[in-house]
Structures are given as C-alpha cells and as structure tokens.
C-alpha cells in the first residue's frame, strides 16, 4: 500500500511563557501526538508532527526549558530571535525555518499559552488531509466559543474589531459571509503552492505585530486557498502575563485597511475609477471647447451640439484606451500588433455599455415610472456602465 506521509510543524511563538511552555511541549508529545499517530478522528496519513519554538530571546528563561525538552523529544526544535521583534516577525521566521529546515507539508500558527485547545489539532489535520489549503480555528461557529469571565471592554474589541475587520477586508465579496473570525490566531497552511509562493521579507509586513494576521489572511484567500474553518474553543491564558497592548485592535485595524487598499484587484478597481472619471471630465469639458472653437452666429445649435459631443465623446474613449492600458492594466497590457484591433472592440463595447444599453434603459425606466432623468442616468452609470465596462475590460480587452 502507499505511504502517506505528512509533515506538520506547529510554530509556537514565546515571548515570557516560561510558565506554559514545558507543559505544552509534554502535553502535544504525549497526548495530542500519539492520539494522532493512532489515526482518531478518522485520520488515514501517517502524521510527521514537529514543534517548533521561535522564541524572543524571553528572559524568563522561556528558550532554556525548550532546549532541555528537545533533547527529550527530538521532533522538538527551539529557535531563539536576539530580540522581540513582534508576532508577525517569529512566524515569518518560523515559517521560513519550518519549510527549509524541516520539510513543512503544512505550518500551524499556535499559541503557547493553552488558549488554543490541542484538542483542535486532528480536526485541523482531517480536513487538510480532505484537499483543504487553508484551515483556520474560529470563535464565531457553532461549536467555537470565547472564554468566560472576560472583561465588557476585552469582548467588545473582540466583537466591533473582529466585524469592522471583516467588512474592511471583503466587503460585498463572499469572505465577507463566510470568513466570521478574522482575527483569530490558530491556523493551518498548506505550504506547496501557499507558503512556498509567498515573500518572507519582514519589509513587506504593514505590521510585525499581531496585524500581520489579516494581511496573510487576505494573500492566502486571494492566492485561491480552499478554506474552512473548524470550531475554536477559546481558552483564558494559562498561566503568565498577557502581551496583548492597548493599541493592537488600532494596530489590526489599520492592517486591514492597508491590505485592503494595497490589494491589486482593488488598485486596479480605483484606477478604472480615476480612468473613468477623468474621461468623464474629457467627455463634458471636451464638448464645451468645440462649441466654443466652431460656433458661429449662424450655426444649427442642435447638430453642434450632437457633434461637439459626439467628438468629445470619442476622445474620452480614446483617452480611456491608453491610459487603461498604460496604467491600470498594465501587467496585461495589449501586444503593439493587436492594439488595432482591441482598440476598435473597445470603441465599439463603449458605444454599447456607454450609450445604448444605458439609453435603452432609461427610456423603459421613462415609460414605467415616469420622468426622473437624473436618477435614471445614476442608475444607469453605477448599476450598468461601470458594472460592464468593468467586466468587458477584465474578460475581453485587457484579458491574461
Ligand atoms: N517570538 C515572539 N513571540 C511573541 C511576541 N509577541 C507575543 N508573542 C507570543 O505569541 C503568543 C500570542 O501573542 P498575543 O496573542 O499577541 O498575546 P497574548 O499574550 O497571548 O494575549 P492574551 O490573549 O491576552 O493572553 C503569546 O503566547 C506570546 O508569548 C513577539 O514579539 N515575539
Ligand atoms: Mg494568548
């Protein structure tokens, strides 16, 4: 029969958890592992566990008790920072070590301080072994909870931050029903085709805190990742202090926003608006220019007017084309001997989306509801023109 071997390492960041660590490393070693290793949970691979430590040089002493436990367990590793350099930091470490060091099919982000339960872990692994790239532990499902006795103050945050986080990072798009808790630290990443594809440059990080949670959360569903979340028991910390400071939910918060904004489809978004927007200004300033040029005391006002316009028009197409082209696709920009061609598509589809379809639709809105032009021509530009130019540009003009 053919082996199926996985290799999983959890990656527990420390930074003073010298009260929690030893029992951890004993308690995954000795329960969660070999409950594992005996295929529970309807289980099939055969399970490589690994932990490994990235520890912010603790001076409690955090990194000396990792040490004694790994020469007891030699599947146990200790990675000692020179100094604390923030959450985000250790696991870009971690995962780094983790994929070269260790041969990672799978990376687990886990804390140390027994608030996520161990128990998590097969669930986490079943559904890895079921195809899933990306499975995440959440507070919010039916079987997740948040621990008792937490302060009003601490449940809000968690509450309001977890929802505007949510609603900054997908809103209308579908992680924005199905992602309930983004903030939520215990994780599993496939790393062929996900951790091995993404850059480890602290540098790129909008923050080394906790708020790197939300920028892998977004880069790892936008990559493709299929995705489930599987119920999070949350735990009260064990033993030690918390390092959770006042400006985190700010910190997090402002991670989304950069992810958000940063994010190429959304960079492209905006760009098509501004594109757009600008040719609108062509469009109308443009006709107001050649009235001025071609008008004299006997000209037909009607027919200048329809063709100062029609002119305008076609120079915000034009106008439209190249800097659509040259800008906000501009990885998919158009092969020098096609450009013809799309050009003309182009002209044509903006004839279609920007004149007919829209026209069309406002004259049966006229006959239904009566003579609103101007709510008409709003609906028809945000719910019509952009909406379809949108897509026509994406699938047809500018398509990979
Ligand atoms: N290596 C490293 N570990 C860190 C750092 N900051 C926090 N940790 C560890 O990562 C784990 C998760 O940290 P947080 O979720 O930010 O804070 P916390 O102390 O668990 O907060 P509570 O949920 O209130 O207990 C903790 O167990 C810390 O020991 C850091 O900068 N470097
Ligand atoms: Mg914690």
Known sequence: MKQNTQTAVIVIPTYNEAGNIGKMIDYLNETTFPYIEKKNEGLTADW??????????????????????????????????TTKDGLGAAYFKGFKYAMKELAADFVFEFDADFQHPPETLPSML?????????????????????????????????????????????????????????????????????????????????????????QLLLETLNMGAKFKEVPLKFKNRSVGESKFESDTTTEILLSCFKSRWFDPFIQKFLKFGIVGGFGFVVNTLGAKIFKNIF??????????????????AELAIISNFIWNNLWTFSKEKIDPSKLLPKFLTFNLSSV????????????????LFGDQLFLYQIIAIFGLTIPLNWFVYNKIIWKK
């Open 126 to 214: 079943k559904a890895m072994e079921d195809g899933y790239d990306y499975v995440i532990g959440s507070r919010k499902i039916k079987g997740g909870e948040e621990p008792e006795g937490r302060d009003f103050m601490r449940m809000l945050m968690t509450e309001a931050g977890g929802f505007v986080a949510r609603f900054i990072l997908f809103f209308p798009f579908k992680h924005f029903w199905d992602v309930t808790d983004p903030t939520t630290g215990l994780k599993v990443t496939r790393v062929k085709g996900f951790i091995d594809q993404m850059s480890f440059d602290f540098d790129r990080l909008y923050s080394r805190k906790f708020g790197y949670k939300v």
């Open 295 to 312: 008008i004299t005391p006997e000209s037909n006002l009607s027919l200048l007017n329809g063709l100062c316009n029609a002119a305008a």
């Open 48 to 81: 490589v566990m690994k932990i490994l430590v990235v520890d912010a040089n603790s001076p409690d002493g955090t990194g000396k008790i990792v040490q004694e436990k790994s020469k007891k367990y030699s599947n146990t590793y200790l990675l000692t920072e």
């Open 352 to 367: 279609i989306t920007g004149i007919i379809i829209p026209s069309t639709v406002i004259a049966i809105l006229t006959s």
